[in-house]
């Protein structure tokens, strides 16, 4: 107790010990446990407590991918003997729904945060000092400052591109457009076409590169955009977009090799940057990486020693669990006398597609580049409940096992529940678990997860 009280005594020379700028899931966590450790802490939020994730990030868009999984379910329901219907939706409906229940959880946040003693200022902070920050007209000083601003979705300057939407607008469309194209080939862009053809509009995903959701394995990768073709989802590789023009109420997106799609309405999906702007870091000196995020030490410190940062500003993770624990261990470390690192090794991963897709560990092209030759188990198959549904849809499962100590290194799903399972084997694998032992795991069936722990037949897989 006494290693805490006495450095915050000590720093009792400014308003705060600690200026917290952004409520979001890396703000709220840092904020709030530096707190009850006895800091006394204001946080500035320009927008709605608790950031992206629960206004229009993780949360909204999990609530949409549930709406839309309904048409399937409908569908699905046939074969096991309920009738056909052909359901209305409606998308005022369950954005009221949404909202209702977004703006419940900003009250929770909001008290969560009183209830610790943390001083919540709904305004816009600037950095204009090492030590002070301009909130609301006023100076106010901190002996920390910790920037916690997280992303912004990024445009290509391509003309036009002022007509279409981002994930920002998405969760608030005035109406469901009847076509849409979505521009990017990262996982936002992959969830928004499953949640928008769940919800019966019709579909185009443009991405230039290859294949999509690069960084996941291609084996995935592959298998899952051959489900979103056979879903009907109108999937361009190598479609480069050049301009994005109006047609009257309509959109056209002209692409780079001349072709045109004519749409609705056009999402752009093509990445996030760091939301730094007009904050006055670079006035401070704060020093950026190229992709312009704040660089920090193990310990969250910039090159400016007061200020700190945690969350997307740093442009590790870019996930709400990631910039929570960065918070966690920016409090144990500056207010809890705990120096605390993060182990970013093992995240587990999901795109909420449709099927869904979840990774954890090393794909097989990164385990060559770590291990040279490994070991594939996989398993590819129709699941139980679609031979009564009907649903062509096949899942697929994988893992990757390093020769040398059996270990398994990575764990890979498309198919449904995959987030969920892929969830609890994750705990798996960060105790360091071996393919024997995976074996040696008797199965719980029937159950499409059983796969993982019946795997038998090996195939070496060596770099190319
Ligand atoms: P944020 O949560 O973005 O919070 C930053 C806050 O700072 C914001 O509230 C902002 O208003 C505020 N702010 C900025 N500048 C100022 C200023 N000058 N003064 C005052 N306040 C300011 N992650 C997952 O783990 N799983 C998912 O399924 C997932 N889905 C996502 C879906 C979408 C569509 C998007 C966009 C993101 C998703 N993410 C997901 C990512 C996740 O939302 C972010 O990684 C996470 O929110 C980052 O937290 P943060 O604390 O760094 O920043």
New binding site residues.
Partial sequence: MCAILRPIAAMQRHDYDLFT????????RASRLAASMGARVAI???????????????V???LLVYASHYRDDFADAVGFGWSRVEPDFDWATLIAHKDAEISRLNGVYGRILAGAGVEVLD????VVGPHTIS?GGREVTAERILV????W?DAPSIPGAELAFT??E?FALPRLPRRVAIIGGG??AV??AGIFHGLGVEVSLLYRGDLFLRGFDSQLRRHLAAELRRRGVDLRFHADPAAIEADGEGRRVVLKDGAVIETDAVML?TG?RP?LH??GLEALGVELDDQGAIVVDDHFRSSVPSVFA????IGR????????VE?AAFAATHFGGRPTKVDYSQIP??I?SQPPMAAVGLSEDDAHRRYGPVDVYSAEFRPLRHTLSGREERTLMKLIVDPATDRVLGAHMIGADAAEIIQSLAVALRCGATKEQFDATIALHPTVAEEFVTMRTRRVSAPE
């Fill in positions: 700028i952004g409520a979001g899931s890396g703000g709220v500035a939020e320009e927008r709605r407590l608790r950031g992206t994730c629960v206004n229009v990030g993780c909204p868009k999990k305004q816009r902070a600037q909130v916690a601003t997280g992303s979705p994930s920002n998405a996982y936002i969830e928004f999906a996030r939301n007009g904050l945690i969350g997307d500003v993770a870019g996930l709400t669990p990631v910039a929570i918070g991963t999901a909420f």
